[in-house]
């Protein structure tokens, strides 16, 4: 009994004295410098405890195990930070501080919109920053400086093309004090136009003018009130105005446009009352006319003064489209299988062109046959009708058609160019 009386007390004493156990892990104290870093800056953890193992301290989810305090860290992202410490029995405690990553302190993007405006109209500076305590634009033209939202926009309305300074400034007196960028407006000046004339500035009904001006635009469009004429960039224009007209010039360019007071053109009135064609003097194929008076119109035939072979036709007549009138209708003389046949007047470089095709169809597997046109045998036919508001003048002459202007002619002997003779037909 005496011995076992020893033996607990021997347990008892060692129990006391600590051999069978270690003291629990103390944290004293888990603090950092900022707990609210901007991206890509560091942060000090410092740190106090006791009863820790020899590898028993680490900070989670970054460095991991740590020895030493204080301890660097760069944040990679917003998270709960943890310091855990272990004795050598396992045993260990914890505690957490929550660091929030904040963007770092930038200007992230400006723009004005609308690239490009004449003076004096609007135009709207954006911006965004992070991070920034404040925010100012600098308008040079003045030299104000005004107090702006950290991220937003607002309008100006520079009369010419002005860069503005847009000045965030950081936070908590960290550095870099303050960030800058430019903002630039464009402003485009309008264009200039001038000697706005027509040449003549009177003319009798069915005659023409040239109105013609200077400027730097980059498209130039005339109006006489009822139709709109847009010559590109070019600076003239002939019209033939059946009576008095006032012309209005429009400019326009990356500035804005300009519009010229009203021009007017004087017309002398004298309508004309009927159509008068003269037939050519040569050529195997002509152009002539039947017999009429006083002609209100003329039907025009397209006729063979030799023996012609040929299977097609192309006829582009130049004419005065203000005199005359065609109806649309093409007619095949009896020399011509009634095959392919077409007439129209053109559009874009064929304006004011009478376009004439005609063509006979082949097998598939060879050309067409020509046809064989005697003296007298027609091969076509067309109506022009008078324009009384056109005045009196040449509607087309044979003799000094324009490079518009052609005739050929195919055949299995090959394409003859100026196959058709014209002549000439006036407005009276």
């Known amino acids: 009994m005496k011995n076992q009386l020893r033996i607990l007390a021997v347990l008892v004493a060692l129990l006391s004295a600590g051999c069978f156990g270690n003291d629990p892990p103390v944290i004293l104290s888990f603090t950092v410098d900022e707990p609210n870093p901007e991206a890509g800056a560091p942060v000090q953890f410092s740190f106090s405890v ?89 308008d040079p033209t003045s030299g104000q400086v005004l107090e702006v939202a950290t991220s937003g926009s607002m309008i100006v309305h520079p009369a010419a093309t002005t860069v503005y300074t847009l000045t965030a400034y950081n ?146 007549l130049p004419l005065d489209s203000t005199k005359v009138t065609f109806d649309g209708m093409l007619g095949a003389g009896p020399a011509w299988p009634d095959r392919f046949r077409k007439a129209t007047m053109g559009r874009g470089p064929l304006q004011d062109v009478l376009v004439i095709g005609m063509a006979l169809e082949g097998t598939g597997t060879a050309p067409a046959q020509d046809v064989t046109l005697n003296p007298g045998d027609e091969l076509a036919n067309f109506t022009l009708g008078l324009v009384s508001a056109g005045g009196s003048g040449t509607v087309f002459d044979g003799a000094l058609l324009p490079p518009a202007y052609k005739s050929s002619m195919q055949s299995s002997s090959g394409r003859i160019s100026s196959a058709i003779a014209v002549g000439k037909l006036d407005a009276n």
């Open 50 to 138: 006791t009863g820790a193992a020899a590898d028993g301290i680490r900070i989670d989810p970054v460095p991991g195990p740590v020895v030493t305090s204080p301890v660097t860290v760069v944040p990679p992202e917003s998270a709960m930070y943890t310091l855990s410490v272990y004795n050598v029995d396992g045993i260990y405690v914890s505690k957490d501080i929550r660091i929030t990553v904040r963007p770092a302190f930038a200007i992230t993007a400006v723009d004005a919109t609308p690239g490009q405006v004449a003076p004096g109209n609007d135009v709207t500076l954006s911006w965004t920053t992070t991070s920034a305590g404040r925010a100012t634009i600098t």
């Open 171 to 316: 936070k908590l007196d960290k550095p870099p004090p303050s960030l800058t960028a430019k903002i630039t407006a464009r402003v485009a000046r309008p264009p200039s136009v001038s000697n706005f004339v027509a040449d003549p500035p009177a003319i009798t009904q069915g005659a023409s003018t040239r109105l013609s001006w200077t400027g730097d635009a980059v498209n130039y469009s005339v109006t006489d009130g009822t139709t709109t004429f847009n010559v590109g960039p070019r600076r003239s224009l002939v019209v033939r105005p059946a009576a008095t007209t006032a012309y209005t010039l429009q400019a326009v360019g990356p500035g804005g446009k300009v519009t010229t007071p009203p021009l007017t053109v004087t017309v002398d009135p004298h309508p004309a009352t009927s159509l008068t064609y003269t037939a050519p003097s040569s050529g195997a194929l002509q152009l002539v006319a039947d017999a009429c008076s006083p002609c209100g119109a003329v039907t025009l035939r397209i006729k063979a003064t030799a023996t012609v072979q040929l299977r097609g036709l192309a006829f582009n």
